[in-house]
């Protein structure tokens, strides 16, 4: 799917929901009681429309449409070369274009807002022509009849360009686009792209309530394991199977805050403070309990996950797919691509038994064909506020078909033994998001902080890795100070304790920018389907440093995707790495203390303070000694005149001067020539 997309929960994945509540939405979807619609695997695209430009726009990310999105000929070019998949995006582009300008004025103002501010979430399903090889489609799992662009019930939001916030879309914009559907879908007729909007499935009630009542005993048997309540969240639960499954030698207070930390509660008090006092060997151990974060919670989680799978499989069962006329055969067609792919990966097997045992991690979940009984990807649907989803089998084939179909990928399967909660699971890395912040940073200030804190607070991004240069630099004002990368890299720490997705490194290539492309090529970092974000703020939009990273990765890496995204200038007035730096040689340590990250404790902004004078006070311990040797001569005899005072006392402090770099200066006016 890809993209934006609007995020749509398991039960499980919402923290927040009670196990009580969690029965109550699935005895709703037992008897049939949730308004559900269809969730289509196609590809993900959020679309508006730019009154001003007189365009369609198109998203696929939030660097798009934070800057009024693509249209037709920037979404071309993103997808060049790709094949099916550009003909598809393309295609269904140039049929809500033309769908779009349909509509009056006044219409596209209340869809679409003023200009491009309001995204739709919508779906590109393109199966291709059959047997036309200039036509491929760009087809995932399941195959649908025609193609189709589906503009979906949920997920879309309003974008305001000024603050950066996003929120639900005002109040009848969904019901103009509604009320226009007919009117848009006649403008399509001979386009080669259907638009649809909602896909609604009728749930059938089980008659049987046997799958729900199992579902319900296993939910109850882990719950009694935790010994929890009903009424428990499922973060209460994710907090007892942890600490209950973590084996370290810590005393309890702290080990409950190394949980915390893993959840990402607000309330825990950072990775620094947990591994304050501790013997190295437990604090390597807290970083590598720390590092299978994402292992630790998909095991710590597995008996609920499991639980409601085999419930939602019964769920839909059957159920029939609103965009394909024969579901009886693509359901076959799925079968024989699933048999197909565990054939060829079993023959492999000896090759490749890791990829072996992750494909029977998800054979076990299906069980067995008898158990694909749709071509549903899924269903959504909302409760309380809250979207959902009810996936089935869908989940475990595509990640069997994913293998078979992308085998370099496929060896990049990897089993990572848990001792920590006495069994073993088995996952395919999945496609990762992560992005790359190149930079001096000597020293790091709030900006920067700022600037990484929100790459990692994005709900696409997985990690953010800052690499600092390794060249020191040195201030512009005497006495001359210089900050190392090493300086840089404890600062960093030191901002980011609490922080588990953003992690620090020193250049090891010629520059930090020579950094990030050697990242993009090194296939054990990055492998097919992740993506690299690079980021810079806005001043830096119009440098190139980045415009050949794409083609690179397609040449070294491919299947490595990149994206750029441009964000506002963090930081104010004052704020860089050359007036930090003056600041600290000037001895202004109160206004060197206020451009730091406003979330830091007093003490530690001490902390930075020392780290960053660390050269300052070196040089002024080292004055201090030669004075005290030439005071030491002088009082010997080897200059004339006593060691007594001589005149007036000095004053002069050359470390505090009124913030030198600062104050306004008498501008010099050059000589005519």
Not at 222 to 227: Q, W
Not at 305 to 325: N, R
Not at 531 to 549: F, P
Not at 559 to 564: A, I, L, P, Q, R
Request: net charge negative; charged share 30%.
């Amino acid at each position: 799917m890809g993209g934006v997309a609007g995020h749509m929960d398991h039960l499980y994945d919402n923290r927040n929901l009670s196990f009580e509540k969690m029965k109550d939405i699935m005895q709703a979807g037992a008897d049939a009681e949730l308004s559900a619609e269809e969730k289509v695997d196609g590809q993900n695209l959020f679309l508006s429309y730019s009154i001003p430009e007189g365009k369609a726009k198109g998203a696929r990310n939030k660097g798009h449409y934070r800057t009024g999105g693509l249209d037709a000929r920037g979404l071309a070019q993103k997808f060049a070369g790709r094949g099916g998949l550009e003909k598809a995006f393309s295609g269904g582009f140039d049929a809500f274009e033309k769908a779009a300008e349909s509509l009056s004025d006044e219409e596209k103002l209340r869809i679409f807002g003023p200009d491009a501010n309001i995204w739709y979430n919508a779906e590109v399903m393109d199966p291709g022509t059959e047997g036309d090889p200039n036509d491929p489609g760009s087809v995932n799992v399941i195959k649908y009849d025609d193609k189709t662009l589906k503009i979906h019930n949920v997920g879309h939001f309003i974008h305001d360009r000024e603050t950066d916030e996003v929120g639900p879309i005002p109040k009848g914009a969904l019901e103009t686009l509604d009320n226009a559907l007919e009117r848009m879908q006649r403008t399509l007729v001979g386009h080669n792209f259907n638009l649809a909007r909602q896909a609604i499935i009728e749930l059938q009630k089980l008659e049987d309530q046997t799958a729900i009542q199992q579902a319900y005993a296993r939910i109850d048997s882990a719950l009694a394991e935790e010994n929890l309540p009903e009424s428990a969240t499922v973060q209460d639960y994710l907090q007892r199977r942890l600490m209950a499954g973590i084996d370290i030698d810590i005393d309890r207070t702290r080990k409950s805050e190394l949980v915390k930390y893993l959840l990402g509660m607000p309330s825990n008090i950072g990775k620094r403070e947990i591994k304050r006092g501790l013997p190295k060997e437990l604090q390597k151990e807290i970083d590598r309990i720390v590092n299978a974060k994402r292992m630790i919670l998909k095991e710590a989680i597995l008996p609920i996950e499991m639980a409601i799978h085999d419930y939602t499989v019964e769920i839909l069962k059957g159920l029939k797919s609103v965009f394909i006329a024969d579901n009886d055969k693509e359901v076959k067609r799925l079968k024989n691509e699933l048999a197909l792919a565990v054939k060829n990966i079993s023959e492999q097997g000896s090759d490749n038994p890791q990829a072996m045992e992750v494909m029977q991690f998800h054979l076990n979940k299906i069980k067995d064909f008898s158990q694909i009984t749709t071509p549903i990807e899924a269903i959504v649907f909302d409760y309380d506020g809250h979207t959902y989803k009810f996936a089935g089998n869908f989940a475990p084939i595509n990640q069997i078909l994913g293998m078979f179909r992308y085998p370099p990928r496929s060896k990049k399967v990897t089993t990572e033994s848990l001792d920590t909660l006495g069994a073993e699971i088995i996952t395919e890395q999945e496609g990762k998001r992560v992005a790359l912040l190149p930079g001096g940073f000597k020293p790091p200030h709030a900006g920067h902080y700022a600037l990484a804190k929100h790459l990692s607070s994005l709900g696409d991004i997985d990690e953010v890795v800052v690499i600092i240069g390794k060249n020191p630099r040195t201030s512009k004002v005497d006495p001359p100070i210089t900050i190392t990368a090493e300086q840089s890299k404890r600062m960093w720490d030191l901002y980011t304790a609490n922080d588990p997705n953003i992690q620090i490194q020193i250049q090891k290539g010629k520059t930090p920018v020579s950094d990030v492309y050697d990242l993009i090529a090194d296939p054990s970092v990055f492998s097919e389907g992740d993506t690299v974000i690079l980021g810079k703020s806005d001043k830096d939009k119009g440098d190139k440093r980045y415009a050949r990273a794409q083609s690179y990765a397609e040449r070294h890496n491919p299947g490595v995707k990149v994206e750029e995204k441009i964000m506002k200038q963090f930081g104010g007035e004052g704020m860089g790495g050359t007036t930090l730096r003056n600041l600290v040689a000037l001895g202004n340590k109160e206004n060197f203390l206020s451009k730091l990250p406003a979330h830091l404790k007093d003490s530690e902004k001490e902390e930075a303070w020392t780290i960053a004078s660390i050269d300052m006070n070196e040089r002024l311990h080292s004055f201090i000694d030669q004075t005290i040797e030439e005071i030491s001569s002088m009082g010997g005899g080897s200059v004339e005149g006593g060691a007594g005072s001589f005149g007036p006392p000095n004053t002069y402090n050359p470390f505090v001067q009124a913030d030198y770099y600062n104050r306004k200066r008498k501008k010099v006016k050059k000589a005519k020539r």
